[in-house]
């Protein structure tokens, strides 16, 4: 259609070559969760950090490791438990008897994909660890400073806070995610396509079946085409009015945040250029606004004892602010 | 048995010792010999003073009447509350309905101080479906009711502002798809919730390329020239067509 009126402005090809083989990778074991597969995708080309939750047994876990290993970059997992130190994700100083001097040893943050698994097992000093690194893609440790190296994404995955042994994520790191992915659970057809897929199976390592669609160098490259894409001044504004609206929302108790803001441009950029388009549209940022919210946002206790859950209240936001036409 | 007879023999004496006791009482008065007591009986006053100054006192007035000559602010009181006891002076039982009415009055006030203390919204908890209250909608600059579409199109089409003409166009074809109940416009809504709104696939099909002509100008900031939108202009008029 767009070749017939308006000339191509930008080659989205690769990026959609790229984002069609992942999706077809990813739906070799899992079934189902297009939604959260594209929103995944969407925050890896975004350049932000996912946030998965959902009950146990949903594949939030195999998700994440099959998005990790389809991208050839160096891969790290730390299980979250809650005697977890800070030390353990970021690395410690060791002193060395031979050279007299203290080296330091790098944690398993050190990477560029990080599964962190079940996140909200451990406790808020473990988490602050990943405040700077998370934000600033660099580590300070005994006045030194490490950079990451690009790509860098953390991909987590937690049970709901309501569950066992698990606890609430401090609001400075919640913030920090630039989607909560909730997964839920399979429809009948799918839950019988799982079963099915998994009787039929002749391996028992489905991981070693994968092999990695995109390096990391395409990865940068790809988010650097992402970053380009053009956004309409109106639509800046219809995207500040929102969040300003979250903050005035007598349902609140806290609104969503100026990286907010930034966060909801910069995926709404990504989901345009998923679905081939090198600009954004008011339906773009309506299809993000709720995973860059819902974990942003917190609720007056009035609302919470009535049932509301933040999606309620994104949606309630949304049909309050004018679409700009 | 044993225990019995010991059982036995205990409250035996202890019968002849209640027997005892009594009639050596019965004995004594009946001799006769009454003492008087003849010690000169004082009698003890309290302190005038002190009980003048604890009937000053606020704190020992438990009868809650004004000590003394009262304030302005008791006397401004005083009068309003007998304002209101003359308006139900005439109505019987009016001093029950007036205690009864301030009792409910003063439990009104606790329970909301008690909401209130706990972050709740008194107000919004009474409200019937408060989870499901439509959110007002902020006013529209442009109603595309009252645009004159034809006027307004020819106007940006005289000055080449093809942008503005193709986003005319759309805002006129939405109105035409609202005259006609296909779809139900509302300033919320985006251009693919209008899509999903149609149930005719030709119409579907065709909006949906209008949609997309027109996100492309509208949002997408495509450079267009009078010959694009000569083509533009066109297919929205077939569509036209397409409409009961």
Same mark, same amino acid.
Request: hydrophobic letters at 40%; glycine letters at 4%.
């Given at each position: 259609?767009? +070749? ?5 402005? #930008? ?49 939030? #876990? ?18 979250? /438990? ?16 031979? #050279? ?13 994909? %990080? ?24 580590? /300070? ?10 790509? !860098? /994404? ?22 920090? !995610? ?13 839950? %019988? ?22 390096? +990391? ?38 609104? +969503? ?51 509301? /859950?933040?999606?309620?209240? %994104? ?11 | ?23 050596? &009482? ?39 009447? &004004? ?88 106007? &940006? ?28 416009? *509302? ?17 579907? *099909? ?6 997309? *002509? ?31």
């Amino acid at each position: 259609m767009e +070749g017939e009126i308006f000339e191509q402005r #930008t080659d989205l090809s690769k990026l959609n070559n790229a984002v069609e083989q992942i999706k077809a990778t990813l739906a070799k074991i899992i079934v189902g969760q297009q939604d959260s597969i594209d929103l995944l995708i969407a925050g890896i080309l975004a350049d932000g950090h996912i946030l998965i939750e959902g009950v146990p047994g949903v594949a939030k #876990t195999l998700t994440a490791k099959l998005l990790a290993k389809s991208i050839d970059a160096q891969y790290s997992r730390i299980q979250f /438990t809650p005697d977890l130190m800070p030390s353990d994700i970021l690395g410690t100083s060791v002193f060395n008897p031979k #050279t007299t001097e203290f080296e330091f040893k790098h944690g398993p943050i050190f990477g560029n994909i %990080i599964l962190i698994d079940e996140i909200n097992r451990a406790p808020a000093k473990t988490q602050s660890a990943l405040f700077e690194v998370m934000e600033e893609r660099q580590l /300070t440790m005994d006045g030194k400073t490490y950079k990451m190296q690009e790509p !860098f /994404t953390v991909l987590a995955t937690q049970n709901p806070v309501e569950h066992e042994g698990t606890y609430r994520l401090p609001e400075a790191q919640l913030d920090r !995610f630039l989607f909560k992915i909730e997964v839920q659970y399979p429809s009948l057809d799918e839950e %019988i396509a799982i079963i099915t897929q998994q009787h039929q199976q002749k391996t028992t390592d489905q991981l070693k079946e994968i092999t990695p669609v995109l390096s +990391g160098a395409d990865i940068v490259s790809l988010r650097r085409q992402v970053l380009s894409l053009h956004v309409e001044d109106k639509l800046l504004v219809y995207v500040a009015k929102l969040i300003h609206e979250s903050r005035n929302n007598k349902s609140l108790f806290l609104g +969503g945040s100026p990286r907010a803001s930034l966060a909801i441009v910069n995926a709404s950029k990504a989901i345009a250029a998923i679905k081939g388009r090198d600009f954004v549209t008011p339906d773009d940022i309506i299809h993000v606004a709720a995973p860059v919210l819902r974990h942003r946002i917190m609720l007056t206790p009035d609302k919470e004892m009535e049932g509301v /859950t933040p999606d309620d209240v %994104i949606a309630q936001l949304v049909q309050k602010i004018e679409i700009p036409r | 048995m044993k225990r019995l007879v010991i059982a036995f023999l205990l409250l035996l004496f202890a019968l002849c010792q209640t027997s005892y006791t009594h009639a050596a &009482a019965v004995k004594k008065i009946s001799s006769g010999k009454i003492f008087i007591d003849t010690t000169k009986v004082e009698l003890k006053k309290f302190n005038a003073k002190a009980l003048d100054k604890f009937r000053t006192d606020k704190n020992f007035n438990y009868n809650g009447e &004004a000590v003394g000559t009262p304030s302005l602010w008791d006397r401004f009181w005083k009068w309003v509350g007998q304002l209101i006891s003359g308006l139900f002076k005439d109505i019987p039982f009016s001093g029950t309905i007036l205690k009864y009415l301030a009792l409910a009055l003063a439990i009104a006030g606790l329970v909301f101080i008690i909401l209130k203390s706990l972050g709740l919204d008194p107000i919004q908890l009474w409200r019937p479906n408060a989870k499901k209250t439509d959110v007002p909608y902020s006013e529209s600059l442009e109603n595309i009711h009252e645009i004159d579409f034809d006027a307004e199109i020819e106007k &940006a089409v005289s000055q080449h502002n093809f942008r503005l003409a193709v986003r005319l166009l759309y805002l006129k074809c939405l109105k035409q798809l609202s005259d006609k109940n296909l779809i139900n416009w *509302q300033i919320n809504k985006t251009n693919e919730t209008y899509l999903y709104e149609l149930t005719d696939p030709t119409q579907k *099909q065709t909006f949906k390329l209008l949609t997309h *002509q027109f996100e492309y100008v509208w949002y997408g900031n495509f450079a267009i020239n009078g010959e694009a939108f000569t083509s533009i202009n066109l297919l929205f008029q077939n569509f036209k067509k397409q409409l009961p």
